[in-house]
């Protein structure tokens, strides 16, 4: 397993990109498993409805630039 993996994740250093995946996990109620297990501890069905929620989101706001 990779040492990345394994660290613990500090939100102050996620790079504003993966700053909405990080923002849906917590809507989701996913944050705290996150923080503490790594993203590896999510189910499929979980990182498949954040990853649709991003995808959503991302084009909604695409959209909004571009009326």
Sequence with gaps: MSKK???KIDLNKIPEEEMLKYEIAGELGLLDQVLEKGWKSLSAKDTGR??????RRRREEKKM???
């Design 5 to 7: 993996k394994e660290e």
């Design 50 to 55: 954040i990853g649709g929620l991003m995808t």
């Design 65 to 67: 630039e571009n009326p």
